[in-house]
């Protein structure tokens, strides 16, 4: 079946530094979604990718989806505590398939 | 802004006893899921739902669980005869349409403890 895999699975960094994500797939994927879970919270969604190469930002935070729709990734700037969680990437087909996600620890 | 509720928050349970895990959907969403998330590991996918059928279904959704929808409202989740194993979050989750362009609306989930 679809494979996601996530890269890392947790990520340490200070306060102020960027952080990023990568997602990527075995196989082309449809589109994709990211969602956030903060700690003892429920998945959120954040946004979805479905164009190749397509780029989308939400304040300091930007998505990217390869140009071969294999892979994705979440880049954070200037990360706040307020980031800290769990970000999945998602294969949106008729069900959505998670990967094991990227837990983000913020240092003050 | 609609949310999807879930009763009880929390849920204690004998090894071997039923229990019903309870979701009221966004109440003009269409496609009903649950998954389920052990602690600290990645949120797995159960059962889809629409049309008052099951969709599609997991691995994991073997002969133990069963879904439901009663009554216009809710949905539900049950899970017979539980194993210690079966600990874990589980959440429901809904959305307007299924396909590629909908996102899923999830629960504050139900944390099931089997002792």
């Known amino acids: 079946g679809q494979q996601v895999m996530q890269i890392p699975q947790y990520q340490h960094v200070q306060e102020g530094e960027d952080f990023t994500t990568y997602c990527n797939s075995s196989t082309t994927l449809s589109n994709i979604q990211w969602y956030k879970q903060r700690p003892g919270g429920h998945p959120v969604f954040l946004i979805q990718l479905v164009k190749s190469g397509e780029v989308k930002k939400q304040k300091r935070l930007t998505f990217q989806f390869g140009e071969a729709k294999k892979n994705s990734s979440l880049h954070i700037t200037a990360t706040q505590t307020t980031d800290v969680g769990t970000y999945f990437c998602?294969?949106?087909?008729?069900?959505?398939?998670f990967g094991k996600g990227t837990r983000l620890h913020i240092l003050p | 802004e609609p949310e999807v509720t879930q009763t009880p928050s929390h849920q204690v349970t004998q090894m071997g006893q039923e229990v019903i895990l309870r979701c009221v959907p966004i109440?003009?969403?269409?496609?009903f899921y649950w998954y389920r998330q052990i602690l600290g590991q990645k949120v797995e996918f159960l059962v889809s739902f629409y049309n008052n059928e099951i969709s599609e279904k997991s691995e994991i959704f073997d002969d133990q669980f069963s879904v439901e929808r009663p009554d216009g409202s809710n949905f539900t989740l049950k899970i017979r005869s539980t194993k210690l194993e079966d600990s874990a979050m589980y959440f429901c989750a809904s959305s307007s349409q299924t396909g590629r362009n909908s996102p899923l609306h999830f629960g504050n989930g139900t944390r099931l403890t089997v002792t």
């Open positions: 998602a294969d949106r087909d008729d069900k959505i398939i």
């Open positions: 109440s003009n969403h269409l496609y």
